[in-house]
């Protein structure tokens, strides 16, 4: 999933700016919107499953009695059985809850704030919105062999200390963004940009 994002990252800003300078942002926005209803609805019904039990399964690896009709999948793992088991209310009223919600909320919440708006910030700048489509494919293309090494370090280090890492590389791009007015300082900012969110899916 992480490296199918990465990819369309990667490709669907060249592509949107090509769409858009060719035919206008009215032809682009209906070329995606049937092209989203002829090839991703069907995908999305005939190969989502929506919960584990549709496969035999429940949430958090645990197989089910009907899970023997079914074959083992990939990465598929039986364990054991937590000794503890919240509601949400009470899992609401703990510091972890919250901690965790923060730690992924708050990335999530800027990356999708840069992403939305980086053609009008890079506009402000001065800088082209090719220059942001290219940034944006940058990201996608760090990313991807980010997120293998990413996977490697997460081994080797404590959850906390890559939260740690993610909190200050994102203080680091939000100043960037302020100072990225060149194209090599956009080229730097994207770079930075794909490196953090190599770690995203990992952390």
Partial sequence: MTLGSFTSAMLFPIMNTWLIDHWGWRFAWQFWGILLLVVFVPIALLGVRNRPEDIGLEPDGFITSKAKQYKPLLGTAVVKEADEDWTLNEAKKTRAFWAILICVGIPAMVNTGITFHIISIFGSNELSPAVAAMVLSLMAMVGIPMSFISGIITDRIPTNYLLLAIFIIEVILLLMLLVTN????????????GMRMGWKGSA
Avoid: E, R
Wanted: cysteine-free.
């Fill in 182 to 193: 060149s194209f090599w300082m956009a080229i730097l900012f994207g770079t930075v940009w």
